[in-house]
């Protein structure tokens, strides 16, 4: 199974969730999607939190820690080129002057490549915190809850 695509809101209070996944065989391979209401675990809430640091250093937003609550990342796009780990991590920052918030994307970065590029590669704190994501998002399409709603969608099909 390679995770592509995670998105996760709270909205009024309630998570939704979408995970999109690659599975089977290179030459057989299908894209099955999930989204979700069940509650988040402790650490999949934990896992996508954490990447606001990130979000902050990579976009060089400057934040400081009192300000990071403004933060809020909502999704990560995962690539895998030459079988190595890419994401983009989008998060929301509450503007202090307007309405809606603002929608940042991080730029492409990819883990340490036989290449150079120490702009392009991910921090070893990035991939370590992008791969706990990956294995919460794993352990949250395995259980039960995600499971029946997986099963209902296949029999609606």
Known sequence: MLITKIKSRDIDGRSKT?????????????????????????????????LAIHV????????????????????????????????????MKILKKSDTPLVINTPLKTEASDQINLKQNLSTDQLQDLRELIEEAEKFISSKPVQLELFDQKIKS
Do not use: H, R
């Open 18 to 50: 979408k995970i999109e996944w690659i599975a089977g065989p290179d030459e057989n391979q299908n894209k099955i999607s999930i989204e979700s209401n069940c509650k988040l675990s402790t650490a999949f809430t934990k896992a996508i939190n954490e």
């Open 56 to 91: 902050n250093d990579i976009c060089e937003l400057g934040l400081a820690d009192n300000e990071m609550k403004y933060l809020q990342v909502i999704g990560v796009s995962f690539s895998y080129p030459k079988m190595k780990l890419a994401a983009v991590i989008t998060a």
